[in-house]
């Protein structure tokens, strides 16, 4: 099954160093029977890209709890076999991944652009106010959900982390 584990860079860095995600059971998302009934499309790719939609939001939920984390929202894209995962009743394609998982195993990572800095930051910030109900609050969050992210391929990684690797 593909899942989408959200992080952060610094999180993405662990994992290249140790060479896993997750040291036990993590959360991650996927197409899980809930998402299906939530969002109906004949289209797997569309179900597939809503839950990178919620791994992404998840990411945001994590640098708004790590002030010292790059602003950029990060889902590394892993296959696991189907017994790995169970379902979360937190929300559509929520999931737990009983790890670690190896790095190797990860088909991509999905990380937000340079330019997308200012809103993810705001986003991040915001984020409480809109959990709250905030709707001015919600935009901001939403402002960041328009930045779409980029694929990379897991030989690239080193390149995201940067000369600290």
């Not at 997750?22 to 969002?39: D, M, N």
């Not at 939920?61 to 590394?76: E, S």
């Not at 195993?105 to 999905?110: D, P, Q, S, Y």
Request: charge should be negative; glycine fraction near 10%; hydrophobic fraction near 45%.
């Amino acid at each position: 099954m593909r899942v989408y584990v959200p992080l952060t860079l610094s999180g993405l860095a662990e994992a290249y160093q140790t060479g896993e995600l997750g040291a036990g059971r993590f959360p991650a998302y996927g197409v899980t029977p809930a998402l299906r009934e939530w969002y109906p499309s004949e289209y797997a790719e569309d179900q597939e890209y809503a839950a990178l939609g919620f791994a992404a939001l998840a990411s945001l939920r994590l640098l708004a709890a790590d002030a010292g984390a790059p602003r950029r929202r990060v889902v590394v894209a892993v296959d696991v076999p189907d017994g790995a995962v169970s379902a979360d009743p937190a929300g559509p394609g929520a999931l737990w991944v009983d790890g670690p998982v190896r790095l190797d195993r990860a088909a991509a990572v999905h990380v937000d652009a340079a330019d997308a800095e200012p809103d993810v930051t705001a986003a991040a910030q915001a984020l409480p106010a809109a959990d709250g109900g905030d709707d001015g609050a919600q935009s901001v969050v939403d402002g960041a959900e328009e930045h779409e992210l980029l694929w990379y391929a897991t030989q690239e990684i080193p390149n995201l982390l940067g000369p600290a690797v």
